[in-house]
């Protein structure tokens, strides 16, 4: 007789009263601290989880509300290729959020070790990333709430660190704190730049109106990053990186390695200086690169992903002499984008136990 199927943690959620128990802090910075935990249930389940606390220090209310509009949003959004917010809380004053834990590295320290040794991460494994993004960008790029209204998203942080790549072959794009969203409590205006420098495309930097094509921008530069074994705008200063945006030379990529001729064409409909130039959908981003994929003939996918994940997790075990540990938001889910709340929402009925902490 078979046996009954599991529910999955967002159906546990949905039907039972929950405490969490965490077991190991994974990240702390100024203003928040990330733990690995577990959700534990009635029936004596149990499932491993990630729980973002804001510090118990931190008043600030601009946080606070920029928090809360995260997690209003995260909870929004469900997709395969999105980092889920299953549940978030106030716990005597403290805020925290509980999200899927992605159990290995960050693209970002893939990157950082293939720009150490000089190397490309290789053409077919750059596309099948990219493409696992661009499928999350098409879905938040068009999401819409329970009335049919455009949500009008911008992830506006789209960046190697916010990449994560699961030791099960899974691609997931996080954190959402820095979003444009119709829903947010808090609106940013067009002369506040936020996102990480050396990933923001030129209309930013001239604090002229921006849009989702900035995502794309940002996507392109990710995708040469990976192939050209170095940053393509990233230099010593701030000054400097924000001289490279604004002169958006992209170096060809084009006979520097197999595939190179046609991954090049994809950069340089993405990196542009004039954003009407720009290709702007990240649904036909996904297309185009299904269709380089398939003219190569290449056999690229998840076991490739798990594979680079646990070959890098092996590398730094040896230098290291240490076991790695689980990576989930340790690059920057750690760090909550600035927050506020000017009311509070209802945000879950599952409580942080707060004697855990």
């Given amino acids: 007789m078979a046996s009954k199927p599991q529910p999955n943690l967002s159906q546990q959620l949905r039907r039972a009263p929950t405490r969490y128990e965490p077991t190991l802090r994974i990240a702390v910075g100024g203003m928040a601290e990330v733990w690995r935990a577990n959700a534990l249930f009635d029936d004596g389940g149990e499932h491993p989880v990630a729980i973002k606390r804001v510090l118990p220090s931190i008043a600030d209310p601009l946080f606070r509300t920029m928090f809360l509009d995260e997690a ?32 290995g590295e960050s693209l970002r320290s893939l990157t950082r070790a293939a720009h150490n040794e000089k190397i490309s991460m290789g053409v077919p494994l750059a596309v099948h990333i990219i493409h696992e993004v661009s499928m999350a960008l098409a879905y938040a790029h068009r999401a819409r709430d329970s009335g049919g209204r455009g ?83 990233i230099e010593t ?38 954003p009407d130039d720009r290709l702007n959908d990240a649904a036909l981003l996904a297309s185009q690169l299904r269709q380089v994929v398939a003219r190569n003939n290449w056999d690229v996918g998840s076991r490739d992903v798990a594979e680079a994940v646990l070959q890098h997790r092996a590398e730094k075990s040896r230098r290291t002499q240490a076991p790695p540990v689980t990576a989930l938001l340790a690059e920057e889910l750690a760090k909550f984008a600035e927050a506020t709340a000017d009311t509070p929402f209802d945000m879950g009925a599952m409580p942080l136990d707060p004697s855990r902490f």
């Fill in 72 to 103: 209003r949003l995260g909870m929004l959004l469900r997709h395969p290729n999105i980092v889920r917010v299953y549940d978030a809380r106030d716990i005597n004053g403290t805020y925290i959020m509980v999200m899927e834990l992605v159990d």
């Fill in 237 to 274: 200063s701030d000054r400097d990186t924000i001289r490279a945006i604004a002169r958006c030379e992209v170096p060809a990529l084009a006979g520097s390695m197999p595939g190179g001729e046609e991954a090049d064409a994809i950069v340089r409909k993405l990196v542009t200086k004039n």
């Fill in 151 to 233: 949500l009008g998203i911008v992830h506006r942080d789209v960046s190697p660190q916010n990449v994560l790549l699961g030791a099960n072959g899974t691609v997931k794009l996080t954190d959402f704190g820095l979003a444009d969203a119709t829903v947010h409590e808090h609106v940013r205006g067009d002369d506040m730049v936020g996102g990480k420098l050396g990933y923001l495309p030129p209309e930013v930097i001239r604090r002229e109106t921006s849009d989702h094509r900035a995502d794309l921008f940002a996507l392109g530069a990710v995708f040469w990053e990976m192939l050209a074994g170095r940053s393509l705008f």
